[in-house]
């Protein structure tokens, strides 16, 4: 399939737009966060949200070209469903790519939102004058006063699981690309079916949000099970890696 301009339009529409939400996202955590964190921090506490924005990504480059008839008029000149999803999936993938990649450099980000029990553990100590938790960055003088200083990092990426970044990481990039693939299915196939289409067509996307809301649910038990110890960390990406395989059964068959 060659690379045409509206394939390049449709790309830049879903990076644009899930970047878009992603940046609404950050705005948003770090207006109702407990305030004096940098933005490292309300970074990685977004990065959960990227695959969820990479979806919205592809549904905002696609959306507009059904209403318009461009999916019906690409369909009629020989592309298939997932021919014409294939842009938009592109684009809104992309944004969560980056937002693994910047998991996986630590000094941009870290896995903390993923482990929420394992790290900034309560590590309150008497150096002799003061209390001081240097993993939450407090400090308490000795008249009460309370005082904020900075984190110690080494501390807070100590307390994650073994290869925690690394399974975080994964399962962003893999629901990242799961999620646009099976929202561009379901917006690229076109209207009018026949009656036995639709209802095939139902029943597929109807075991799409099925596998895609057991996938998140697994996804956050297994990660808060690696937390306490309970499951290797690399566990947590399975349930998207298992998403993404459906994902591609489909977009395969649809193609």
Request: proline share 5%; net charge positive.
């Amino acid at each position: 399939m060659a690379l045409t301009r509206w394939d390049a339009r449709v790309v830049a529409r879903g990076f644009g737009v899930g970047t878009l939400v992603f940046a609404l996202m950050l705005l948003v955590t770090a207006a109702t966060d407990e305030g004096g964190l940098g933005w490292a921090e309300r970074l990685s506490r977004t990065l959960p949200l990227a695959p969820a924005c990479a979806a919205v990504g592809a549904w905002g480059a696609l959306a507009p070209a059904r209403a318009r008839g461009e999916i019906l008029a690409l369909q009629a000149v020989g592309r298939s469903p997932a021919q014409v999803a294939a842009a938009a999936v592109a684009g809104g993938a992309l944004v969560a790519c980056l937002a693994a990649l910047a998991l996986l450099s630590a000094p941009l980000a870290d896995g903390a939102a993923f482990f929420p029990r394992a790290v900034r553990p309560s590590a309150w100590a008497w150096s002799g004058a003061v209390f001081v938790d240097h993993a939450r960055g407090l400090r308490v003088e000795a008249d009460g006063t309370p005082v904020r200083m900075a984190p110690d990092a080494t501390t807070a990426l100590a307390a994650l699981p073994v290869h925690g970044v690394l399974a975080a990481a994964l399962a962003i990039a893999s629901a990242g690309l799961a999620l646009p693939l099976l929202v561009g299915l379901a917006l690229a196939r076109p209207g009018g079916h026949a009656a036995g289409r639709a209802t095939s067509d139902g029943r597929a996307d109807a075991a799409a949000v099925v596998a895609s809301a057991a996938a998140v649910v697994a996804t956050i038990v297994l990660f808060q099970a690696a937390a306490v110890g309970r499951v290797p960390a690399l566990a947590g990406g399975v349930p998207c890696l298992a998403l993404l395989a459906f994902a591609i059964r489909r977009y395969r068959a649809d193609a």
